[in-house]
């Protein structure tokens, strides 16, 4: 039977920051990593709240992405 253990959760934040001179949307990407490992889907979103009054562009994606350690 596998057995998976949480190493890592990082918070991914996508924002636009304007337009190429090509008129295509240029988007920023900003990571937090070192979370605390039992942060709720609902603290990264007020997390990224924080994040979003402190920047000047609002954020358009949050994605959330785990490192996971698995063996038998």
Do not use: C, F, W
């Not at 988007?27 to 990264?44: F, G, V």
């Amino acid at each position: 039977m596998a057995n998976s253990v949480l190493l890592d959760t990082t918070m991914v934040m996508k924002y636009k920051i304007g337009v190429d001179t090509k008129g295509n949307d240029v988007y920023k990407t900003q990571r937090a990593s070192e979370l605390n490992l039992l942060a709720t889907d609902e603290n990264l979103l007020d997390l990224s709240e924080i994040v979003e009054s402190i920047i000047e562009y609002p954020i358009s994606l949050v994605t959330k992405q785990e490192t996971h350690l698995l063996s038998r």
